[in-house]
């Protein structure tokens, strides 16, 4: 299976910006949907943002809704997660994920990469 790279992650302040991004080695028309996930210590993945690769339907948790913004960049092979108004509570490590089963725009297989840390300072 293909594994992402993730990156575009780092600390910042309540109220402050980040980019995340997620590569894969193969043209991501392959794939049905991709998918945001994080992890905070001690709590389960939770799914974050996903977006179909051929609509561009998109799909956010409550929480991230108006903040976050997913978006695919089908040339490059590139997914991104623009992160806005960053909330302490946003802080965990960010994983995506590409695959050709999808539900509710969310991968339902496929490999994870390494992550990217998030860290949002009050």
């Known amino acids: 299976q293909v594994q992402p790279v993730e990156s575009g992650g780092g600390s910042v302040q309540a109220g402050g910006s980040l980019r995340l991004s997620c590569r894969v080695s193969?043209?991501?028309?392959?794939?049905?949907?991709m998918g945001w996930f994080r992890q905070a210590p001690g709590k389960e993945r939770e799914k974050v943002a996903g977006i179909y690769v051929s609509t561009g339907n998109t799909f956010y948790t409550d929480s991230v809704k108006g903040r976050f913004i997913i978006s695919r960049d089908n040339a490059n092979g590139n997914v991104h997660l623009q992160m806005n108004s960053l909330k302490p509570e946003d802080t965990a490590m960010y994983y995506c994920?590409?695959?050709?089963?999808?539900?509710?725009?969310?991968?339902?297989?496929?490999?994870w990469g390494q992550g990217t840390q998030v860290t949002v300072s009050s």
């Open positions: 193969v043209y991501i028309g392959s794939f049905a949907c």
């Open positions: 994920r590409f695959a050709t089963a999808c539900s509710g725009g969310f991968p339902l297989s496929g490999s």
